[in-house]
C-alpha cells in the first residue's frame, strides 16, 4: 500500500496527542482525521473506514478498549493501534486479546509511531482472539521502563497461546511473576500451574520430583508418588533455573516435550500429559550449548519465544512504584500504617546499583518498615548497603551511577561506540552550565571549564552552540 494514500483516524481526547500525531502523520504523507471522543469516531466511521485507527485506551464515554470490542465485530479487518499513558499489564493484555495490532505506551516515539502504521497498513489484516476478560494485573509487574513494556507486550501476544516460554534474567528479576501471568492470561488459567526450582532439588531426587515414581522403585519409596508433570497436566509447569538440570534429565525432559509422554520411576506404564512448559534461566544457555553444558535440541525446544526479564537498574523509573507497593505490603504484614519516602532517602534508592533486583528491594522494604523509626523513611534511615551516605557523598557518585546505567543500556540498544555519542553530550552539557553561570562570557566560561577561549569557541562551533 502506498503511504501517500494512507488514511489514518486519531482517537485522543488529549489534544496536544491529537496535535502531535496529526502534524507527523501528514508530514508522512498520510492523510489523517482527528476525534476527541470514541462516540464520534462510532458515528463517522459508518461512511467509510480509515486503513489504520490509533486510539487511546482511557478517554470520556467510551474507553478505547470498548471501542476495539466494538470494531472486532463490524470492521473485523481495520488494523488498531492502542495507545495510552497507563500501560500496566492489564491494558497490554486486553488489548491483544481484543485484537489490536500493536500495544504503544506514551510517551512514544514519533518515528517508532509512523513505523507502526506502516506496518498495520501492511498487514494483510487481524487474526482474532479471544475477548474474555483477563485475570487482574500482578501489582509487583507494574512498570512505566520501555524493557518492562516490552515484557508485557510479550504476555498479551501470547495471551492466546500454550507455546513453550523461555524466560531469561538475572535473579531476582521476577522471571516467576512473567510465568504466572502467562498461565493467568492463557487458555490453561483455570488450571494448574505447578512451580518448581529444579536448582533447589538434589539432582538424584529431581527425577522422581519430575515424574512421580511407583512404590519400591528406590529404597524409602513406600508409595506411589505423583510428579510435577502430572500435576501440572491441563495446565503450566514452570521450571525455574532450567541451566542446572542435569544431561541425563535433560535427556527425559526433552523426550516428554517431544512426544507428550513419560514413565513414573520404575513404572512401565507410559503416562500421558498436557502441559506447557515455562522455563527460566539466569545463566546463557547459548552459552552453556557451546560448552557442552546443556543439550543443543533441548534448548531450541525450549527457546521458542524468549522473554527477556530487565534488572532493576535498567528500569529506575519503575523503583517508586515499587517501593510504594511493597512498603506498603511490609506494612500490612506486621499491622502497622505504611511508611512514606522523603525525597533524599527515594534519591538514595533509586540511584542505587540493586544487584539482587526486585527481590533484594521486597527485602529492604520489609527491613525499613522494621528499622526506621519514624513514619517517613529519610537518607539517614538508609543504611550503607543500600547506597545510603551522607549527602555530600551521594551526590558526588550520583552521576557517575547514572552514567553506569546510561553506558548499560547504550550497550544493550546501540552498536555506536560509548565515547562517540557521550563526549558530545558531555562536552555540550558542560558549555551550557558555565556559559550560564557567566552570562554567557565566553573568557570567564573558557575558565570555569578549564580551557582556553579559542578551544570554547571552536568546541561550541563544532557543537552547533554558537
Same mark, same amino acid.
Given at each position: 500500500m502506498n503511504s501517500s494514500t494512507l488514511n489514518v483516524w486519531i482517537v485522543d481526547d488529549d489534544r496536544s496527542v491529537r496535535w502531535v500525531l496529526?502534524?507527523?502523520?501528514?508530514?508522512?504523507?498520510?492523510?489523517?482525521?482527528? *476525534?476527541?471522543?470514541?462516540?464520534?469516531?462510532?458515528?463517522? =466511521? +459508518?461512511?467509510?473506514?480509515? +486503513?489504520? &485507527?490509533?486510539?487511546?485506551?482511557?478517554?470520556?464515554?467510551?474507553?478505547?478498549?470498548?471501542?476495539?470490542?466494538?470494531? $472486532?465485530?463490524?470492521?473485523?479487518e481495520l488494523p488498531i493501534i492502542i495507545i495510552t499513558a497507563h500501560s500496566d499489564l492489564e491494558n497490554a493484555v486486553a488489548a491483544y486479546k481484543g485484537g489490536a495490532f500493536e500495544y504503544l505506551p506514551k510517551p512514544f516515539d514519533i518515528d517508532e509511531a509512523i513505523e507502526l502504521v506502516h506496518k498495520a497498513a501492511r498487514s494483510s489484516g487481524i487474526s482474532e482472539h479471544e475477548t474474555s476478560e483477563p485475570p487482574a494485573s500482578i501489582a509487583s509487574m507494574i512498570g512505566q521502563a520501555p524493557a518492562m513494556q516490552e515484557v508485557f507486550r510479550s504476555i498479551g501476544r501470547l495471551a492466546g497461546s500454550s507455546m513453550t516460554v523461555l524466560i531469561t534474567g538475572e535473579s531476582g528479576t521476577g522471571k516467576e511473576l512473567v510465568a504466572r501471568a502467562l498461565h493467568d492470561h492463557s487458555p490453561r488459567s483455570g488450571k494448574t500451574f505447578v512451580a518448581l526450582n529444579t536448582s533447589a532439588i538434589a539432582s538424584e531426587l529431581l527425577e522422581s520430583e519430575l515424574f512421580g515414581h511407583e512404590k519400591g522403585a528406590f529404597t524409602g519409596a +513406600?508409595?506411589?508418588? =505423583?510428579? $510435577?508433570?502430572?500435576?501440572?497436566?491441563?495446565?503450566?509447569?514452570?521450571?525455574?533455573? =532450567?541451566?542446572?538440570?542435569?544431561?541425563?534429565?535433560?535427556?527425559?525432559?526433552?523426550?516428554?516435550?517431544?512426544? !507428550?509422554? *513419560? @514413565? $513414573?520411576?520404575?513404572?512401565?506404564?507410559? =503416562?500421558?500429559? +498436557?502441559?506447557?512448559?515455562?522455563?527460566?534461566?539466569?545463566?546463557?544457555?547459548?552459552?552453556?550449548?557451546?560448552?557442552?553444558?546443556?543439550?543443543?535440541? &533441548?534448548?531450541?525446544? &525450549?527457546?521458542?519465544?524468549?522473554?527477556?526479564?530487565?534488572?532493576?537498574?535498567?528500569?529506575?523509573?519503575?523503583?517508586?512504584? &515499587?517501593?510504594? @507497593?511493597?512498603?506498603?505490603?511490609?506494612?500490612?504484614?506486621?499491622?502497622?500504617?505504611?511508611?512514606?519516602?522523603?525525597?533524599d532517602a527515594l534519591d538514595a534508592l533509586q540511584t542505587y546499583q540493586w544487584p539482587g533486583n526486585v527481590r533484594q528491594l521486597v527485602n529492604a522494604t520489609r527491613r525499613l518498615t522494621v528499622t526506621a523509626p519514624g513514619s517517613v523513611i529519610t537518607a539517614d534511615d538508609i543504611p550503607g548497603d543500600l547506597g545510603g551516605s551522607e549527602?555530600?557523598?551521594?551526590?558526588?557518585?550520583?552521576?557517575?551511577?547514572?552514567?553506569? !546505567?546510561?553506558?548499560?543500556?547504550?550497550?544493550?540498544?546501540?552498536?555506536?561506540?560509548?565515547?562517540?555519542?557521550?563526549?558530545?553530550? *558531555?562536552?555540550?552539557?558542560?558549555?551550557?552550565?558555565?556559559?550560564?553561570?557567566?552570562?554567557?562570557?565566553?573568557?570567564?566560561?573558557?575558565?570555569?571549564?578549564?580551557?582556553?577561549?579559542?578551544?570554547?569557541?571552536?568546541k561550541m562551533k563544532t557543537l552547533g552552540l554558537d
Open positions: 496529526q502534524k507527523a502523520l501528514k508530514q508522512a504523507d498520510m492523510e489523517t482525521r482527528c *476525534f476527541e471522543r470514541a462516540e464520534h469516531l462510532l458515528e463517522a =466511521i +459508518d461512511g467509510g473506514a480509515p +486503513d489504520v &485507527l490509533i486510539t487511546d485506551v482511557r478517554m470520556p464515554g467510551m474507553s478505547g478498549l470498548t471501542l476495539l470490542e466494538r470494531l $472486532r465485530t463490524t470492521r473485523p +513406600d508409595a506411589r508418588r =505423583i510428579g $510435577r508433570f502430572e500435576q501440572a497436566d491441563g495446565g503450566t509447569l514452570f521450571l525455574d533455573e =532450567i541451566g542446572d538440570m542435569s544431561p541425563a534429565l535433560q535427556t527425559r525432559l526433552l523426550r516428554v516435550l517431544a512426544e !507428550s509422554e *513419560f @514413565y $513414573r520411576v520404575g513404572g512401565q506404564t507410559p =503416562i500421558t500429559v +498436557d502441559v506447557r512448559v515455562v522455563a527460566a534461566t539466569n545463566q546463557d544457555l547459548a552459552r552453556a550449548v557451546k560448552d557442552t553444558r546443556f543439550r543443543e535440541d &533441548l534448548f531450541h525446544r &525450549l527457546n521458542v519465544i524468549r522473554i527477556n526479564t530487565p534488572p532493576l537498574r535498567q528500569r529506575r523509573e519503575d523503583i517508586p512504584l &515499587l517501593l510504594k @507497593y511493597y512498603l506498603a505490603e511490609s506494612a500490612d504484614e506486621i499491622g502497622t500504617p505504611p511508611k512514606a519516602l522523603d525525597a549527602p555530600p557523598q551521594r551526590a558526588a557518585r550520583e552521576w557517575t551511577r547514572t552514567l553506569a !546505567s546510561w553506558a548499560e543500556r547504550q550497550l544493550h540498544d546501540s552498536d555506536e561506540p560509548l565515547l562517540d555519542t557521550a563526549l558530545p553530550e *558531555f562536552e555540550k552539557t558542560l558549555i551550557e552550565i558555565a556559559m550560564t553561570q557567566t552570562n554567557g562570557h565566553r573568557q570567564e566560561a573558557a575558565k570555569l571549564l578549564g580551557w582556553g577561549r579559542n578551544t570554547l569557541a571552536r
